[in-house]
């Protein structure tokens, strides 16, 4: 677990024989706004949003339910996600939401009215592996990614999602190692409410590089997604 004094990021990982792997990542707080990319996968996630209990002192007295709306952000026009469209969901529970996603995609929940809720996004690898995400509870104008291959063979990837109702410019920079040589960039354009990804053949130069991302005109949530070991790594999220 990590986080700042006084708050805690809990997460588990576990690998089983025969069935691959399975990552789950908790939210570090409840929120009103949760931002959630994931790659083309299997095409099949499931969104898992709980509505905490209120705590006494904490907010307004007894638990409250929450209004919640998704819209499934893609290369493509807005889309309702998992149903979920002014959405009464009760207090003090939970439930999960089938999306269908066709490449780079992202889930943006929003809740309207009532308690703010943690969720995720839960993915299905192409493979026996499957995989979630807390997302981001707010866009940022600057993002470092850190790298996410292990090894070779290797499809690398970036996803760029702009929430926003501005055209994002977006300038992603690797950030070499010691001893390599000056920094490759490459820039791309973010229509607003939309997900594009960073163009393969620049990520295949740039091999297992952090990457800095940079956006100008709105602010962004960036992501890395990538497969890598083929048959004995792991599959795409």
Same mark, same amino acid.
């Given at each position: 677990?990590?986080?700042?004094?006084?708050?805690?990021?809990?997460?588990?990982?576990?690998?089983?024989?025969?069935?691959?792997?399975?990552?789950?990542?908790?939210?570090?707080?409840?929120?009103?706004?949760?931002?959630?990319?994931?790659?083309?996968?299997?095409?099949?996630?499931?969104?898992?949003?709980?509505?905490?209990?209120?705590?006494?002192?904490?907010?307004?007295?007894?638990?409250?339910?929450?209004?919640?709306?998704?819209?499934?952000?893609?290369?493509?026009?807005?889309?309702?996600?998992?149903?979920?469209?002014?959405?009464?969901?009760?207090?003090?529970?939970?439930?999960?939401?089938?999306?269908?996603?066709?490449?780079?995609? !992202?889930?943006?929940?929003? @809740? #309207?009215? $009532? /308690?703010?809720?943690?969720?995720?996004?839960?993915?299905?690898?192409? *493979? %026996? =592996?499957?995989?979630?995400?807390?997302?981001?509870?707010?866009?940022?104008?600057?993002?470092?990614?850190?790298?996410?291959?292990?090894?070779?063979?290797?499809?690398?990837?970036?996803?760029?999602?702009?929430?926003?109702?501005?055209?994002?410019?977006?300038?992603?920079?690797?950030?070499?190692?010691?001893?390599?040589?000056?920094?490759?960039?490459?820039?791309?354009?973010?229509?607003?409410?939309?997900?594009?990804?960073?163009?393969?053949?620049?990520?295949?130069?740039?091999?297992? !590089?952090?990457?800095?991302? @940079? #956006?100008? $005109? /709105?602010p962004v949530v960036a992501v890395g997604?990538?497969?890598?070991? *083929? %048959? =004995?790594?792991?599959?795409?999220?």
């Amino acid at each position: 677990g990590a986080g700042q004094p006084g708050r805690r990021l809990r997460s588990s990982l576990v690998v089983s024989e025969g069935r691959g792997i399975a990552s789950v990542l908790a939210s570090e707080m409840p929120a009103d706004r949760h931002l959630l990319p994931t790659s083309k996968a299997a095409g099949r996630s499931a969104l898992a949003v709980a509505v905490p209990t209120v705590a006494p002192g904490g907010g307004p007295e007894g638990p409250l339910g929450s209004v919640l709306t998704a819209t499934l952000r893609s290369e493509g026009p807005p889309q309702p996600a998992g149903g979920l469209s002014e959405f009464a969901q009760d207090p003090e529970s939970a439930a999960a939401f089938g999306v269908t996603t066709t490449g780079p995609s !992202a889930v943006d929940l929003t @809740v #309207s009215e $009532g /308690s703010p809720v943690v969720a995720a996004l839960r993915t299905a690898g192409v *493979g %026996n =592996d499957g995989a979630a995400t807390a997302g981001a509870r707010a866009a940022s104008e600057e993002w470092v990614v850190l790298p996410t291959i292990a090894g070779e063979p290797a499809r690398p990837g970036l996803l760029v999602l702009n929430p926003g109702r501005s055209e994002a410019t977006v300038v992603v920079t690797a950030i070499p190692s010691g001893g390599q040589s000056a920094a490759a960039t490459t820039t791309i354009t973010v229509p607003p409410g939309s997900v594009a990804g960073v163009p393969r053949e620049f990520l295949d130069g740039v091999g297992d !590089a952090s990457l800095r991302v @940079v #956006s100008v $005109g /709105s602010p962004v949530v960036a992501v890395g997604a990538s497969t890598s070991l *083929g %048959n =004995d790594g792991l599959s795409v999220y």
